[in-house]
């Protein structure tokens, strides 16, 4: 966003006008913020579009960002719209961050076919170390990453994910400081909601917050006070947040918050009823999709098996200062150890991939990119084939006899059939 601030700058300078857009609604707050990028989500672009409205010209740069998550039919419709109306289109992001939801992995695939401009200068992190191993995280060398992060003592393993559970928890409450930024994230909902519970819970044994006030969100009734932390989980223009914004509580009262957004000069109020909006939640722990593009002073992350490559790059690179990841170690050891785990590759393919590959080598790639044993895979191949030429042989004998028949019921196969194929069309 730094980047594209300068670009927009540019740009506008050479008589463009500068639009952007995003797949989530908390990735285009931050590209308006921070970039100064007048933004909608794709969504919206394309309701917009079809109501004749917003529509671009050959004096347009589209700026489309977190372009890592974005399907292939929905790249595709926004290549067409910008290539129609002779403006320039600007994709930006990481394909090895979040992948797309639906099918396929445009970014990557137009990224490899022409080419592209990279950052490799980290500025989130504040010591050295961490930027280099942000950088090992983006170039998939997850080893060299957790052995940095091992050696500064910040990857603490347990014999048992509740003992993990326990031991992030009060390590967080002892490292609580308000005037700090926090998160804790978690790959799943289940793990995110029990967080909640208990880093809340802490907070109002020591009474740092009050039991607060119901307040009844979308997903059953929550306690609000003032200085709680809370996420919103849609977004919403009346009250201009999105979905993953974080705010605190400056006010509370029975199903009605009143809540603190952003930072610095883009701080601002926002009055949340619930007759009116209730998809929010407490924001102490939130799930690694909805931290993309966050940025917080302090990270601690419950690690799961459910992590790859991907998730654990996004939940390892959300921190300013400091970063700390749990996880019970007899159930990573029982699926093959940590780093396996977190680097595990599982990103989304194109048919492209497989544009100009032989049969053997384009089932082999599937293969292994879905963690399948090779051999066995190229045995059941070979087998299936060698069937295949089987039966097929068996069917060209077969109509051989039957032309043969066929042409001697009709006269055109005579004595020893030692007549050539156009002697015999020259009798007929």
């Not at 913020?33 to 919206?44: F, P």
């Not at 999105?242 to 603190?260: C, D, F, Q, S, T």
């Not at 000069?265 to 009055?271: A, L, N, S």
Request: net charge positive; proline share 1%; aromatic share 6%.
């Amino acid at each position: 966003t730094t980047m594209m601030k300068a670009a927009r700058e540019a740009w506008e300078a050479a008589g463009y006008r500068v639009v952007g857009g995003a797949l989530a609604g908390k990735a285009v707050e931050g590209l308006e913020r921070e970039a100064g990028i007048v933004s909608r989500t794709l969504s919206s672009w394309e309701l917009r579009w079809n109501q004749g409205r917003n529509q671009l010209d050959d004096r347009c740069v589209f700026v489309l960002d977190e372009a890592g998550m974005v399907s292939s039919r929905q790249m595709a419709l926004f290549v067409e719209a910008v290539t129609k109306a002779g403006a320039k289109l600007v994709l930006v992001g990481d394909p090895e961050q979040l992948q797309p939801i639906e099918a396929g992995a445009a970014f990557r695939a137009i990224a490899d076919r022409i080419g592209y401009a990279e950052l490799e200068t980290i500025y989130r992190q504040r010591q050295q170390w961490m930027r280099d191993a942000s950088l090992d995280l983006a170039r998939g060398n997850v080893r060299k990453a957790v052995d940095a992060y091992t050696a500064h003592g910040r990857m603490l393993g347990l014999r048992l994910k509740d003992e993990a559970v326990e031991s992030l928890i009060a390590a967080w409450d002892r490292d609580y400081d308000p005037s700090k930024t926090s998160l804790i994230l978690a790959h799943l909902r289940r793990d995110v909601r029990m967080l909640n519970d208990m880093a809340r819970a802490k907070l109002v044994e020591r009474g740092v917050v009050a039991d607060g006030f119901a307040f009844k969100t979308e997903d059953g009734t929550r306690m609000f006070a003032t200085g709680d932390q809370v996420v919103f989980l849609k977004n919403e223009g009346s009250l201009g947040v999105k979905n993953g914004m974080l705010a605190k509580v400056l006010e509370a009262a029975p199903g009605r918050i009143v809540a603190e957004v952003g930072e610095g000069e883009h701080r601002r109020q926002v009055t949340v009823e619930q007759r009116f909006y209730n998809n929010l939640d407490h924001g102490y722990a939130t799930t690694i999709h909805k931290s993309q593009g966050a940025t917080v002073d302090r990270v601690k992350v419950l690690a799961s098996l459910s992590l790859d490559r991907h998730l654990a790059y996004v939940a390892m690179t959300r921190h300013r200062e400091d970063l700390a990841v749990y996880y019970g170690t007899r159930s990573f050891a029982k699926s093959g150890g940590l780093i396996p785990i977190l680097s595990r590759r599982n990103a989304k393919e194109t048919s492209l991939d497989y544009e100009k590959s032989a049969l053997y080598r384009q089932a082999l790639r599937f293969a292994e990119a879905r963690g399948l044993h090779l051999m066995n895979v190229a045995r059941t191949i070979a087998h299936d084939r060698l069937q295949w030429a089987v039966r097929q042989s068996s069917r060209l004998a077969d109509l051989g006899a039957r032309l043969a028949a066929i042409g001697k019921a009709l006269g055109l196969v005579r004595g020893s059939n030692k007549h050539s194929i156009p002697d015999t069309i020259k009798e007929a």
